[in-house]
């Protein structure tokens, strides 16, 4: 009889904790709409854009087929634009997300490099912007691209050779193919906060949704589970530990107060002595974000030269 | 051996010891008398208690046999080794056993019953009551009724103690200035002696109850301490010591050095640490004060396991551990901690 009970009690309990991510799914039935648009293959936009006219025609010419090749390798669109405008950092990263959008559309798979060689005195910020599956791929290999290209591309006031201008983009180029990471498949997700919506794969199909992904709310789950069960041991504690003996009363409590008298009551100073110990600073580095004015979802981080 | 009964002077019926009044009551006539009453008036049954002589003379024959003859009904019967007041099996009635109570046993003073059983029964359902995991069983009707009345012998010491106290007290203060962390440190040679006087630290002199049970049902108050009356045991149990001062002085003197400690360490104040260095608490004197307490008890068994309550027959004040219904309790646990996975699980999902 008693052993049925037990039994009955812990089917319970194992059925409250099945049901319990069904019901909590069933709470975030947020919008499930997939915002992907992928890649059609069309490369006619992938281009070069030197608005600061610093490339010969050859080297545009060059750069536009290999633009064009990687592109199609890489099922990718690529844009790169060559900034003779000084713009603000967020300015950077805002135009550089809505002219990515201009010319591919919202959420497709794409990557748009702005290199700024305006020339300003408060130095030049580079962006890179990516969308679709370069969001998810990329999202890793930003700084590492960007410390890269920093061989190739001259500092805050230093001349701009156009052969390094071409190196560098042919190097970008490069990397993109190299950092084409997509391990991410299984368990990765990126999640764009100015647009709300998350970038991740489910059944090897790429979205970018409003629905968490599902590794997101298995984390969560396993976190509010710990939560739960750390809640639940200090409940059962503090409960038991009001099942025990309560404190005796104090033994202090019997002293006779005006039958006690201090024969001696006395602090001797002896001495004093001082120490100390250096303070270690650090230093922290910053990456830069996204956002933009336009609907579609964007990552990428920007740099400074 | 002959026992006492405390007869009413005006129907010859058994007068018990009414908690709420102070006074020893007859049920039948209703008559009241006040314990300096009955003194006069039972001046036989006061007197009963044997002197030194005589308890010699009949010390061999009580150690052997445990025998008592009531005087209401003719009954033989045994009593326990320490009982000195107890109930006639057979009419009843409460009975007194004086002859134990000669010599040494006899108590110097008592504290009378001022909580009546039921209100001792009120008091401990509703400590049960906020207990939400006692088994149901325990809060049966049945199983509460067995609470007993017991006058529990008890040694109360009066102690001097010399104090002495040598440590080193620091004061530490600290500061930054540029890329430093600077720490300054005083030291202060701390030297307290004291002379302390601790009154009425009580330790139970009956080997069968919990110390630890006495202990949580202090305090008791001393002013209400009268000199010792066999008619205030009547209607209640009653037992003479088994463990003499000797053996519960060490009991003593643990609670006696504890509160001298906590005199000398509230006179040091100020310091961000104290180490001792050398510290005695050495008694020098102890007054010794028998007496007979008042305590409600009950006991539980629960899964072979004995459970035991106290409440201090004179305050109210309630001790005991009460059975756990683990499995209970686990329960709850575990829906308390979904209720909050489920909590935390929304909140979470919601921020993110």
């Not at chain 2, 008559?31 to 009949?58: G, L, M, R, W, Y």
Request: proline share 3%; charged share 25%.
């Amino acid at each position: 009889m008693r052993s049925r009970k037990i039994i009955s009690s812990l089917i319970a309990v194992l059925l409250s904790l099945m049901a319990l991510p069904v019901i909590c799914l069933s709470a975030f039935a947020a919008d499930d709409t997939n915002y992907a648009a992928g890649y059609d293959g069309n490369t006619e936009d992938c281009i070069v854009f030197d608005a600061k006219d610093i490339l010969t025609d050859d080297q545009e010419e060059k750069l536009n087929e290999l633009i064009k090749e990687y592109s199609e390798n890489l099922e990718i669109y690529i844009f790169v634009y060559l900034s003779d405008t000084n713009l603000s950092d967020d300015e950077t990263k805002y135009y550089a997300d809505d002219m990515y959008e201009d010319v591919f559309g919202e959420d497709t798979d794409g990557v748009l490099y702005y290199m700024d060689l305006s020339e300003a005195y408060d130095g030049a910020y580079d962006w890179i912007s990516t969308s679709g599956k370069c969001v998810l791929n990329y999202a890793d290999d930003i700084d590492t691209i960007f410390a890269n290209l920093d061989y190739y591309l001259p500092s805050t006031g230093e001349t701009i050779y156009p052969d390094k201008i071409f190196d560098a983009v042919e190097a970008f180029l490069g990397y993109l193919d190299q950092y084409s990471d997509y391990s991410k498949k299984t368990f990765g997700y990126e999640h764009v906060e100015e647009t709300g919506k998350y970038v991740y794969y489910k059944n090897g199909e790429l979205y970018v949704t409003n629905q968490k992904p599902p590794i997101l709310l298995l984390e969560l789950f396993i976190i509010a589970l710990i939560i739960g069960l750390v809640v639940a041991l200090i409940f059962y504690l503090v409960v038991k530990s009001r099942y025990k003996f309560k404190n005796p009363y104090g033994s202090s409590n019997y002293v006779v107060r005006d039958q006690t008298k201090f024969i001696e009551k006395s602090d001797t100073f002896i001495r004093t002595y001082q120490t100390r110990t250096k303070i270690e600073s650090s230093s922290g580095g910053s990456r830069g974000g996204g956002g933009h004015h336009g609907g579609g979802s964007h990552g990428g981080g920007g740099h400074h030269r | 051996m002959d026992a006492v009964q405390y007869k009413c002077p005006n129907c010859n019926a058994e007068l018990k010891f009414d908690p709420d009044t102070q006074r020893l009551n007859c049920e039948y006539c209703m008559s009241s008398f006040s314990v300096e009453e009955v003194q006069q008036i039972c001046q036989e049954a006061e007197n009963s208690i044997p002197d030194q002589e005589e308890e010699n003379n009949k010390e061999e024959f009580e150690e052997q046999t445990a025998l008592y003859h009531c005087s209401s009904c003719g009954a033989e019967i045994m009593a326990e080794a320490n009982q000195t007041a107890t109930f006639c099996y057979y009419c009843h009635n409460p009975v007194i056993l004086s002859g134990k109570m000669g010599g040494e046993y006899k108590p110097d003073k008592v504290i009378g019953f001022k909580i009546t059983k039921e209100e001792a029964l009120i008091k401990f359902k509703n400590w049960v009551a906020k207990r939400w995991f006692v088994p149901k069983e325990f809060k049966s009707g049945q199983q509460i009724e067995k609470m007993t009345g017991l006058y529990v012998p008890f040694w109360t010491a009066d102690c001097k103690l010399k104090a002495d106290y040598q440590g080193i007290g620091k004061k530490v203060r600290s500061w930054t200035s540029g890329n430093y962390r600077y720490t300054e440190t005083k030291e202060f040679s701390v030297r307290r002696s004291a002379d302390i006087t601790v009154g009425g630290i009580p330790a139970d002199g009956e080997s069968k109850i919990d110390d630890a049970l006495m202990e949580a049902i202090e305090p008791f108050d001393y002013s209400e301490m009268k000199p010792f009356s066999m008619s205030y045991l009547s209607g209640f149990f009653a037992d003479k010591y088994d463990v003499d001062k000797q053996a519960v002085f060490p009991r003593i003197k643990t609670r006696a050095t504890s509160a001298g400690k906590s005199v000398i360490n509230s006179s040091i104040s100020g310091y961000s640490s104290v180490s001792a260095r050398e510290e005695n608490y050495n008694i020098l004197k102890t007054d010794w004060t028998y007496a007979m307490l008042p305590v409600w008890f009950m006991t539980y068994k629960y899964k072979n396991k004995i459970y035991e309550f106290a409440i201090n027959g004179q305050t109210g004040r309630l001790a005991g551990t009460p059975p756990l219904d683990k499995g209970k309790l686990r329960l709850v646990s575990l829906a308390v901690g979904l209720a909050v996975t489920a909590v935390a699980f929304l909140v979470g999902g919601g921020k993110i």
